[in-house]
């Protein structure tokens, strides 16, 4: 982590230092105005809630797989390949780096996947989809059994649900810009550093609440904590069954419940495919 900090703060000194503004510009903004303008604006609103619902589904799922590795699945699972011959087979530790790396790559695969769904089927119904296909996955994962096959489903279905939301991130940005677009079209001022200014602001509150209800609700429900010698010794520890049934809904109900939330907001959200289109088009005439 300080390798990676002391290379970002290298990058943005010469991002800032190698920069040139060549178009000189009088600025006629106010900045009141662009905020009464935002908080006027009904589909930034609803797509700060549905952003912030994403990033709440990806934080509590991420949260908990260590505590869901340590006490459901175990230290020593193992994932099994049948032999091809005679000998045996071949086994490998099913741990949680394994399962979180693998939902990273599958997760660039789902971003590479963004620009063909949306452009085939619309933002919002890609949207829409994404969120209803994450609400069934995270259902079923409920279901799926500690066993060496249930190893397999539930990487299979990390890889499914890494991709559906490896599609969500790039597709909000992008219907960021259409609430730009709707707000320089209706209030004559675009407002787009607050808007996208504002998607960090979800991912923060996202990330924020999402972590510490993860906590909460493990400590609400008798969580006994590791300390840092038990931790380094894998030791086993025998939790409450109710903490353990908080992990196994924090991991499915809970993530599905967000992402059935994340579907009623975007149900509201008013920038079609075909509204957008309308919009960009008087933009045109607008900008001359």
Same mark, same amino acid.
């Given at each position: 982590?300080?390798?990676?900090?002391?290379?970002?703060?290298?990058?943005?000194?010469?991002?800032?230092?190698?920069?040139?503004?060549?178009?000189?510009?009088?600025?006629?903004?106010?900045?009141?105005?662009?905020?009464?303008?935002?908080?006027?604006?009904?589909?930034?609103?609803?797509?700060?809630?549905?952003?912030?619902?994403?990033?709440?589904?990806?934080?509590?799922?991420?949260?908990?797989?260590?505590?869901?590795?340590?006490?459901?699945?175990?230290?020593?699972?193992?994932?099994?390949?049948?032999?091809?011959?005679?000998?045996?087979?071949?086994?490998?530790?099913?741990?949680?780096?394994?399962?979180?790396?693998?939902?990273?790559?599958?997760?660039?695969?789902?971003?590479?996947?963004?620009? $063909?769904?949306?452009?085939?089927?619309? &933002?919002?119904?890609?949207? =829409? %989809?994404?969120? #209803?296909? *994450?609400?069934? !996955? @995270?259902?079923?994962?409920?279901?799926?059994?500690?066993?060496?096959?249930?190893?397999?489903?539930?990487?299979?279905?990390?890889?499914?649900?890494?991709?559906?939301?490896?599609?969500?991130?790039?597709?909000?940005?992008?219907?960021?810009?259409?609430?730009?677009?709707?707000?320089?079209?209706?209030?004559?001022?675009?407002?787009?550093?607050?808007?996208? $200014?504002?998607?960090?602001?979800?991912? &923060?509150?996202?990330?924020? =609440? %999402?972590?510490? #209800?993860? *906590?909460?609700? !493990? @400590?609400?429900?008798?969580?006994?904590?590791?300390?840092?010698?038990?931790?380094?010794?894998?030791?086993?520890?025998?939790?409450?069954?109710?903490?353990?049934?908080?992990?196994?809904?924090?991991?499915?109900?809970?993530?599905?419940?967000?992402?059935?939330?994340?579907?009623?907001?975007?149900?509201?959200?008013?920038?079609?495919?075909?509204?957008?289109?309308?919009?960009?088009?008087?933009?045109?005439?607008?900008?001359?």
């Amino acid at each position: 982590m300080m390798v990676v900090a002391a290379v970002c703060l290298v990058l943005f000194i010469a991002c800032f230092l190698l920069t040139r503004e060549r178009l000189k510009t009088v600025s006629t903004v106010s900045v009141g105005k662009d905020f009464r303008s935002l908080l006027s604006n009904r589909p930034w609103w609803l797509l700060i809630g549905a952003a912030l619902c994403f990033n709440l589904f990806c934080t509590v799922r991420g949260a908990t797989v260590a505590y869901y590795f340590a006490d459901i699945i175990g230290f020593d699972a193992v994932l099994s390949l049948p032999s091809l011959g005679e000998g045996p087979g071949v086994g490998f530790l099913f741990y949680a780096g394994l399962f979180l790396s693998i939902g990273e790559v599958s997760n660039m695969a789902g971003v590479a996947m963004t620009v $063909s769904l949306a452009r085939r089927f619309g &933002k919002k119904t890609t949207f =829409i %989809g994404v969120n #209803a296909a *994450l609400l069934v !996955l @995270s259902v079923l994962f409920f279901f799926i059994p500690v066993s060496p096959t249930g190893f397999w489903l539930m990487l299979l279905f990390q890889v499914l649900i890494s991709m559906l939301t490896g599609v969500m991130s790039p597709l909000i940005w992008s219907m960021y810009a259409d609430v730009s677009d709707y707000a320089e079209l209706r209030y004559k001022t675009a407002s787009t550093g607050l808007i996208f $200014s504002s998607s960090s602001m979800a991912q &923060k509150f996202g990330g924020a =609440i %999402g972590g510490a #209800a993860v *906590l909460w609700l !493990l @400590s609400a429900c008798g969580y006994t904590p590791r300390t840092d010698e038990q931790m380094a010794a894998q030791a086993l520890i025998t939790q409450p069954e109710a903490a353990l049934a908080c992990l196994r809904y924090l991991m499915s109900f809970i993530p599905a419940a967000v992402a059935l939330i994340a579907i009623i907001v975007c149900h509201f959200y008013p920038l079609t495919t075909d509204r957008v289109r309308d919009i960009n088009e008087q933009l045109k005439v607008v900008r001359g």
